[in-house]
């Protein structure tokens, strides 16, 4: 995978998956615009990739288009937009506060909105293609408890790739999902992954349930796949979701209907559901949350 030639912004890049996507993305021989809240952690990075940083929470259209410039001014063009900045507000939806809402929303969606956009300006002006991979996250596929937002954000981010997948077609430019596993602060916050990140943490390596039923390892086994959808063996995958992490690679499905009936020219009343209901469409129920299977004893 030969990215020589090729620049790319990532976003949240000081640390964990985003270091990572840089990094990876630097050994394949692009120049990298890396991007933080935490100056001291945006100047290592930039430092370990050779590249350059802008410091500043992503979320606005000013910090979106500083982000462009900074690459053409330092690079002269842009080819690659990882969106990867994020928060967590974690808490259940009866203690949720607008600003906890708010706050995700702004840094996930709004901010992959906005980014996505000054870069496809730039991009659709090169006439030369491009290509755009937004972070999105098991809990946006299928919920999880106490993250209303992340779950908002993280789903939205999916169906704005679809659609920037149609969008942007015509000038060449893909638009993919990746949907990452890894050890993170973010990961470390949930109770039945934390065991497997201090072991990660302590230098011990993952059983082999780990790293695949659950698809989990470090930032490192996540970031060959932004790798390889950055570079023109990925030109024809588009509006895709792929996940990624530990041993584990798998495209997820579009939402799709799983069961569908018809009225006869009448629609439906409720009683009319009612009785069709059990025998038609109850037993393709889907589930929500990660079905994960126990680890072995």
Known sequence: MDLTGKVAIVTGSGRGLGLAYAQRLAAHGAKVVVNDVDPDAAEAA??????????????????????????????GRLDILVNNAGI??????????????????????????????????????????????????????????????????????????RTWAMELARARITVNAVVPVAATAMTATVPFLKPYVDALEAGEPLPPFARRELGFGPPEDAAGLVAFLASDAAADITGQ???????????????????????????????AIADVWASQFSGSIQTVGQQLPEAPR
């Open 88 to 161: 967590l507000r974690d808490t259940t939806l009866w203690k949720m506060t607008d600003q906890q809402f708010d706050d995700v929303i702004t840094t996930h969606l709004r901010g992959t909105f906005t980014c996505t956009r000054a870069a496809a300006i730039k991009l659709r002006e090169q006439s030369e293609g491009g290509r755009i991979i937004c972070i999105g996250s098991p809990t946006g596929q299928v919920g999880n408890f106490g993250q209303t937002n992340y779950a908002a954000a993280k789903a939205g981010i999916v169906g704005m790739v």
């Open 241 to 271: 979701a792929i996940g990624v992490g530990g041993d584990r690679l798998a495209l997820w499905s579009h939402p799709t209907e799983v069961a569908v009936e018809f009225a006869d020219g009448t629609g439906w009343s409720a009683d």
């Open 46 to 75: 930039a430092k370990a990739v050779n590249g350059t940083a802008v410091v500043a929470p992503v979320g606005t259209s000013e910090v979106a288009q500083a982000l462009v410039d900074r690459a053409v001014s330092e690079f």
